[in-house]
Nanobody, 122 residues
């Protein structure tokens, strides 16, 4: 199982970006999907998560600006980021709990994508 994140780049303050992360491989099911971020010299923090049923949670510092969504058929999670601030600059990582293989009774394992850099600067 692999998670491939994309969509990062350079954006001016106040701008928008949408990140995508697609899961591939022998996947039976995906439970919670999430985005985390890690700024230089800081720990990796949870930004937002979405359950398999579509329930969402956000870190306080992105509420009202970021929206997490998923397309279960495409095995993809998105992060729409609006009103970006310089302090949003970080490497963004996707994360998912995946049940691999073909068995309903297989356990979920946690997987990470490789990260995509978001730079907010004028």
């Amino acid at each position: 199982v692999q998670l491939q994140a994309s969509g990062g780049g350079l954006v001016q303050p106040g701008g928008s970006l949408e990140l995508s992360c697609v899961a591939s491989g022998p996947i039976f099911g995906i439970n919670t999907m999430a985005w985390h971020r890690q700024a230089p010299g800081k720990q990796r923090d949870l930004v937002a998560l979405i359950s398999s049923g579509g329930n969402t949670q956000y870190a306080d510092y992105v509420k009202g600006r970021f929206t997490i969504s998923r397309d279960n058929a495409k095995k993809t999670v998105y992060l729409q980021m609006n009103s970006l601030k310089p302090e949003d600059t970080a490497v963004y990582y996707c994360n998912a709990d995946v049940k691999s293989g073909t068995s309903y009774f297989a356990p979920y394992h946690n997987y990470w994508g490789q990260g995509t850099l978001v730079t907010v600067s004028s």
